[in-house]
């Protein structure tokens, strides 16, 4: 039984959570506000929203849209800032049940193609244990990030999308300087959550997630000492707020003596 008297919300006293999940139950779209206010707001959760999650697992079974949709998103946006915070959410038996079922619920409601697909698959991720992932997913037409060499510390900035898959060390008047490419994983090398995922970019017909989520889950090669490095494990060794990556998305140059249009280096991405 939870004493929700004792647990706080992001901003102060969580006592009113209970009737708050009720009237979110009943299709309140206040109640809803409210929730997200409390639970969880600008990439913060708090002890309060870890505790409401068995409860909006319930609702995220709800025959009512208006529910059951709200209930996986904002579930799935608790546990990535829980895990960003370092919450030892794997530890905690009382949620695994609840968060895999959550998980399920959202792959349901990605083989529907919702309007909000996008918004549903960055719960997906959060929920399978994705967090970093979640906060930097794109439409991967021109995602870049900067993320440190394992080995030897230097920035290294990721690239993938129409200016090509690639790894580099940007100069500030050149550009990005000997980009390496990628190297994506094999689909059938792909497991578990990871692999789950990418199924669910295929069966779903968006060939560009699943694309983009191949590189993401491969390797990059750091240029200055040739290192090769797990891309996911380098974005979230960075474990940055979303803002902070947002600030470098959209900002892929072409490598040096590029030029856009009919004369493309790369190879474009296949679809």
């Given at each position: ?10 901003y ?20 809803w ?9 600008q990439?913060n ?51 695994h ?69 690639y790894?580099s ?17 094999a689909?059938d090398d ?21 694309w ?14 040739d290192t ?42 296949p679809?």
């Open positions: 039984m939870i004493d929700w008297a004792r647990l706080q919300g992001v102060g006293p969580a006592h009113d959570v209970p009737t708050l999940l009720q009237a979110a139950g009943n299709g309140a779209k206040e109640a506000d409210e929730l997200w206010i409390q639970l969880w707001h990439g959760t708090c002890d309060a929203g870890i505790a409401a999650l068995p409860a909006l697992a319930s609702l995220a079974q709800h025959t009512n849209r208006a529910v059951r949709f709200p209930a996986i998103e904002l579930a799935g946006e608790i546990v990535g800032a829980g895990l960003r915070e370092g919450r030892p959410l794997e530890k905690m038996k009382e949620l049940q609840p968060v895999a079922m959550l998980s399920a619920l959202a792959d349901g409601w990605l083989s529907e193609r919702p309007a909000g697909y996008r918004v549903c698959f960055r719960a997906k991720l959060a929920l399978d244990g994705f967090p970093v992932l979640s906060d930097v997913l794109d439409d991967f037409l021109d995602f870049c990030c900067d993320v440190s060499c394992p080995q030897c510390s230097d920035k290294v900035s990721i690239v993938i999308g129409d200016f090509g898959c790894s060390i940007r100069d500030w008047n050149l550009g990005d300087v000997h980009p390496i490419p990628l190297r994506p994983a689909p792909l497991q578990d959550a990871a692999q789950g995922l990418h199924h669910a970019a295929i069966r779903d017909e968006q060939p560009r997630l699943a983009g989520l191949r590189h993401v889950f491969g390797d990059a090669e750091c240029g200055t000492c090769a490095f797990s891309v996911l494990s380098a974005l979230e060794a960075k474990r940055s707020p979303s803002t902070e990556f947002q600030e470098n998305a959209g900002a892929a140059t072409a490598p040096a003596g590029h030029d856009e249009g009919k004369n493309r280096h790369w190879p474009a991405p679809f």
